[in-house]
């Protein structure tokens, strides 16, 4: 017989990979909508933005919920501050894939120039990062989520050399200054939602540790 | 059962030990009054006697009286009622006795009694008189309090016994308590044993537990065969489920996994060392349209289904509702089919381009003549080209043509014995003047001249002719070209090198692929249909052979075809 505290914990656990699933849903249909130039997915990842909100709020209801009613020490604890550390990172991967996907919907119908082929290379990187940490997140993985902090070194790499590319591209042809400028913020988003997933999976580290980089605090 | 059986007991030995106390207390309570009140009455009579017919019968009283206990009351009463002697009050004081109903009664009858409240002791008081001869009445009494005084005395003891009693049943109470319920108790201890066993019920300590081991026997061994029927339907479902290709989950309401194939485990790669059965889908997957499409099953309890790309492959996945709740998710992979749908999708938009492009030469020149305005010398470049243009077309649909027989050769393949040497001389001979043109050397060699295959003579040359065309259009100016056909343990090997441009690598594996072209441009100008290597292709499949390309980018080409030397099917027939 499970008691009333594991079922609320459980749903808690649900509720996360969901919205993890969401947020991976809307980063990949941002990918798609750059990539392609698909207005459907732009429009898609937006929507889902929305969503994400929502799930944010109900997660954190629920954590605050559980804290205050059932008082939970140790790895309740841990699980529950996780979770609600965790919300925040995945709720501004959904805004950032959300903005990527507005500049997509602006750049619509100006000439394709997406042949940064690094621009290219951090979405797939990125949406490996996220995909990642969730995974880490769902099998309580410390190895996989240091992978996933690891890996954040990639991203960065990419994004200087995206930004190198771009700003060659600009001195080259600066008639469309501005496309590249929002490109460069397109290769910040994805550097961002890197360093949201390495929060992530620094968390899940902690949730299963209780050490958050690499310090003990509960 | 035994915390009633015992408090049942308990409230009987009390009630009892109450009771029996209570009576106890009433009769030795009214043993006592009478006695004392018959006690009362002899010493009256006793002390009567002895002064009865005294001269001095004050004095004798007054003896008598003090050899009586100190709480009897001793008084001589005058006929007329006057007091004469009282040992616990003064005469003076007290009023006259005659209304007395013992006195009244004693001067009647002789002898009298009463229970009356005593004004003079101020005390409920028994009174007892007799007449004495002299006509006086001797009359003695005594409290009745001490009577109850007495008794209360003894209240202590009654209770003392009564606890006692309580306290000693208390211990009975459990035993015997103990004793009723033990039998019970050992029979369900022992049920199991007694299931087991055949005869039994008897073994059981009380014979009114017989029927009911005898009934829970009978219904354990019902439950036992629907157990095991469910268990080998379950392991029917559960072979039927592990074995089937296609992937298969089973979920509850709220999305928990009820079951799941081993084929869905690997075919959404999954970690299969994870038990996912009681744990939620979004575990094992995460996929939004996989959550839409569970809800609107739920909600409308319709099947559902959609495809989905997931690394590269693509899914199918099935929803269709439980009977309760839940739904069951079937999954299949449909990548080959999504492929082939590409290539066949592919396919038809090539056809139509590689058969407009010289129809659209050829209608613009046509009507160019039709307007008059070609003439003279044009008129002969334009019916040059025209002419080029439909002997392309016709290649390409004679190439169509040859393909789609290829393809659709069904039914009775009827083999014979193929003369390779022929067949690879022929070919040559036909391709020569193309290769001299371009200064290309085409060699042959055979390792033995009566070397020959079992096959389709024509699929054959079509074959060793695609091969070397390819070998001579895609090969430098003053190149080479050599066949060779080879005896390798049981096949046949017909190997065409090339000194040519070569492959590149990535190209590879697309190039036996129907109008796939690795360099578009050129095959314009060599004038390929990009159906050489298809017709090849399946030729080979045909004759269940295998194909392996050699290439190296810039320095050559070297295609191995490897034909079995006698016929997988030969001894049976096809």
């Known amino acids: ?218 | 059962m035994r915390k009633r059986l015992f408090a049942i007991l308990m409230l009987c030995c009390t009630i009892v030990a109450l009771v029996t106390a209570f009576s106890a207390a009433l009769l030795y309570y009214s043993f006592y009054s009478s006695a004392a009140k018959a006690e009362i009455r002899t010493n009256t009579a006793l002390m009567a006697a002895a002064i009865n017919g005294q001269s001095d019968i004050l004095t004798q009283t007054g003896n008598y009286a003090r050899l009586l206990p100190a709480n009897f009351r001793v008084s001589l009463v005058e006929s007329d009622g006057k007091v004469l002697y009282d040992t616990d009050a003064s005469i003076e004081t007290l009023e006259n006795h005659a209304h007395r109903a013992e006195i009244v009664s004693a001067m009647d009858v002789g002898s009298g009694e009463a229970v009356r409240f005593s004004d003079s002791i101020r005390k409920e008081a028994y009174y007892y008189a007799v007449r004495l001869s002299d006509g006086s009445v001797l009359r003695l009494s005594v409290p009745l309090n001490s009577l109850a005084s007495v008794f209360l005395h003894t209240i202590p003891y009654l209770l003392l016994l009564v606890l006692i009693l309580l306290f000693v049943s208390l211990g009975v109470s459990r035993w015997l308590t103990r004793r009723v319920v033990e039998p019970i108790n050992s029979t369900a201890m022992r049920l199991e044993e007694l299931l087991k066993g055949d005869a039994i019920p008897a073994e059981a300590e009380y014979e009114e537990l017989s029927p009911f081991v005898r009934k829970i026997k009978a219904l354990h061994q019902e439950i036992k065969e629907y157990v095991q029927t469910l268990q080998a339907n379950q392991e029917t479902i559960n072979t039927l489920i592990q074995n089937m290709q296609e992937g298969l989950i089973l979920l509850d309401g709220s999305n928990r996994i009820l079951n799941i194939s081993k084929s869905a485990v690997s075919l959404l790669a999954a970690n299969p060392r994870v038990q996912y059965t009681g744990k939620n889908l979004l575990e094992l997957l995460r996929s939004q349209p996989l959550l839409d499409s569970i809800r609107e099953t739920d909600e409308t309890h319709r099947g559902t289904s959609f495809m989905e790309k997931r690394d590269g492959r693509y899914y199918r996945y099935f929803i269709s509702p439980a009977k309760s709740s839940g739904v069951f998710i079937f999954i299949t992979d449909a990548t080959s089919e999504v492929k082939a749908e590409t290539i066949r999708r592919e396919f038809a938009s090539n056809v139509s381009h590689e058969l407009k492009t010289p129809l659209t030469a050829i209608t613009g020149f046509t009507e160019l003549m039709e307007n008059g305005m070609v003439s003279g010398n044009d008129l002969k470049s334009a019916a040059t080209i025209i002419h080029r243009e439909a002997s392309r077309l016709i290649t390409l649909i004679d190439d169509i043509l040859r393909l789609s027989q290829i393809e659709n050769a069904t039914g009775t393949k009827e083999f014979t014995p193929v003369p390779l040497k022929a067949v690879t001389e022929e070919a040559a001979e036909s391709l020569r003047p193309a290769a001299e043109s371009r200064q290309i050397t085409l060699s042959t060699f055979f390792e033995e001249d009566s070397i020959t295959v079992p096959g389709n003579r024509t699929m054959l040359y079509e074959l060793i002719y695609n091969l070397l065309d390819n070998a001579i259009k895609y090969n430098v100016d003053k190149g080479s070209v050599s066949i060779s056909v080879r005896r390798e343990e049981d096949s046949i090997a017909i190997r065409v090198a090339d000194t040519g441009i070569g492959i590149p690598h990535d190209h590879l594996d697309r190039i036996f692929e129907r109008f796939y072209r690795v360099d578009k441009s050129r095959s314009k100008a060599t004038g390929g249909t990009g159906l050489g290597l298809s017709i090849v292709k399946h030729a080979v499949e045909y004759h269940g052979g295998r194909l392996s390309v050699n290439s190296t980018e810039g320095i050559g080409t070297e295609i191995t075809v490897l034909l079995p030397s006698d016929l997988p099917g030969a001894s049976e027939p096809i």
């Open chain 1, 1 to 218: 017989m499970r008691n009333k505290f594991d079922v609320e914990l459980e749903a808690l656990n649900t509720d996360l990979i969901e919205m993890g699933s969401m947020i991976e849903t809307a980063i990949a249909s941002s990918i798609t909508a750059l990539i392609q130039r698909d207005l459907h997915s732009a429009e898609r990842a937006i929507e889902y933005d929305n969503e994400i909100d929502e799930m944010e709020r109900r997660i954190e209801r629920r954590c605050l919920k559980l804290l205050l009613q059932q008082q939970p020490v140790a790895t309740d604890l841990r699980t529950i501050s996780t979770a609600l550390k965790i919300i925040t990172d995945m709720e501004r991967i959904g805004d950032q894939a959300a903005d990527i996907s507005e500049i997509v919907t602006r750049l619509a119908g100006e000439k394709d120039l997406l042949e940064i082929k690094n621009l290219k290379k951090m979405a797939e990187a990125t949406i490996k990062m996220v995909n990642q940490s969730i995974d880490a997140f769902v099998a309580k993985d410390p190895v996989l989520s240091n992978e996933v902090i690891a890996y954040d070194d990639v991203v960065d790499d990419l994004f200087n050399q995206s930004k190198t590319e771009l700003i060659h591209a600009i001195q080259t042809d600066s008639r469309y200054g501005e496309q590249f400028v929002d490109l460069l913020m397109i290769a910040k988003y994805f550097e961002r939602i890197g360093d949201h997933a390495v929060n992530i999976a620094e968390w899940v580290v902690f949730s299963i540790t209780g050490q958050h980089k690499n310090q003990k605090i509960l």
